[in-house]
């Protein structure tokens, strides 16, 4: 995904790693392409605010949200950067090189190279925007809307057809092991549902997108954390797709059907992640009370599951249309 704020981002912290000024900020490997950052949490009884958190504290002064004299947040600082970093299609986290449980933690991220940010596609009309349309990008996968003359109500394909004209810009989607991220370009409204930023603990709930502004739209860590409650029992299966409405109010999934246009992004490794845990609890074994797992192998295969999802590439379902619903003009 185009991301001239990712861009601004990248340059300025590999000056902070050339500088050497930050404590536990430095390249991972010799040819560069990995480094780790301080990642120390202000609960622990070491914690020092000057040395733990003086890279996130950079990044905010340089952002213009903190200057001398302000009140110190070093959790504000920290969350401004690691969303900044997760945001970046410039860089992504390699979890397996991460040490989060030692004295001196830090986190691991990879430079993604130019050649390989393919973390994204642009949904809109069939329209051509032109090489030098604001936020094209020729490594950018276009997935457009089906053609309204494919409609078969008059009424219908009128409305649809008008309401194409308010989304030549799209939206732009990418996905990283964080989760799902959007960027809504276009005139028209648009209106998710999902398990993301703004929604209920576990549950999906309808958000309206702003424009120019990215919003995680699917938590991967939210999703694995309801799929151990639900192995549980305690909460229903969480569902792992985001829906999209474009151009009018989504209160519920219930109300999906009625709409013009709907675009269903689903997560198919946690997908596959829901349907091989349904298929362990439908076994004749897990519905006899006296044969349980143990805490530590339940524990254990959940670490797995959670591996699996951090390494999931996302496919993205086509667009459609409803056409055997009543439109509201």
Not at 110 to 116: A, L
Request: hydrophobic residues 30%; aromatic residues 10%; neutral net charge.
């Amino acid at each position: 995904m185009s991301n001239p704020g990712g861009r601004r981002l990248k340059q300025w912290l590999m000056e902070q790693i050339q500088s050497a000024q930050y404590s536990g900020l430095q390249w991972e490997d010799e040819s560069r392409t990995m480094f780790r950052i301080p990642w120390k949490h202000a609960g622990k009884q070491d914690y020092n605010q000057e040395i733990d958190a003086s890279i996130f504290k950079a990044w905010a002064v340089f952002k213009g949200k903190f200057k001398e004299g302000d009140k110190a947040e070093p959790a504000t600082w920290k969350t401004r950067l690691r969303c900044a970093l997760n945001k970046s299609p410039d860089f992504e986290e390699v979890t397996e090189r991460s040490q989060l449980d030692i004295s001196e933690p830090y986190k691991v991220y990879r430079i993604v190279p130019e050649e390989e940010q393919k973390q994204g596609c642009r949904i809109s009309p069939q329209q051509h925007l032109g090489h030098g349309a604001p936020y094209s990008s020729d490594s950018m996968q276009s997935v457009h809307f089906p053609r309204a003359e494919l409609i078969e109500y008059d009424r219908q394909r009128y409305v649809t057809r008008k309401l194409l004209g308010h989304l030549e810009r799209g939206v732009l989607v990418r996905a990283n092991q964080e989760g799902i991220f959007i960027k809504r370009l276009c005139q028209s409204r648009v209106f998710w549902s999902g398990l993301g930023d703004g929604s209920s603990q576990y549950g999906s709930m309808p958000g309206k997108l702003q424009r120019d502004s990215v919003v995680k739209i699917f938590d991967t860590g939210r999703f694995f954390q309801a799929l151990q409650l639900y192995q549980e029992g305690q909460i229903p299966a969480p569902d792992p797709s985001v829906t999209l409405c474009f151009g009018e109010e989504l209160n519920d999934l219930s109300s999906a059907k009625s709409k013009l246009i709907i675009v269903q992004i689903t997560m198919v490794n946690c997908q596959h992640m829901l349907e091989s845990l349904n298929m362990r609890r439908s076994q004749p074994y897990s519905s006899n009370p006296n044969v349980e797992m143990s805490d530590d192998v339940a524990t254990e295969q959940m670490a797995r599951i959670y591996q699996d999802l951090c390494s999931y590439s996302v496919p993205q379902r086509p667009a459609c249309y409803r056409d055997n619903m009543p439109i509201t003009a």
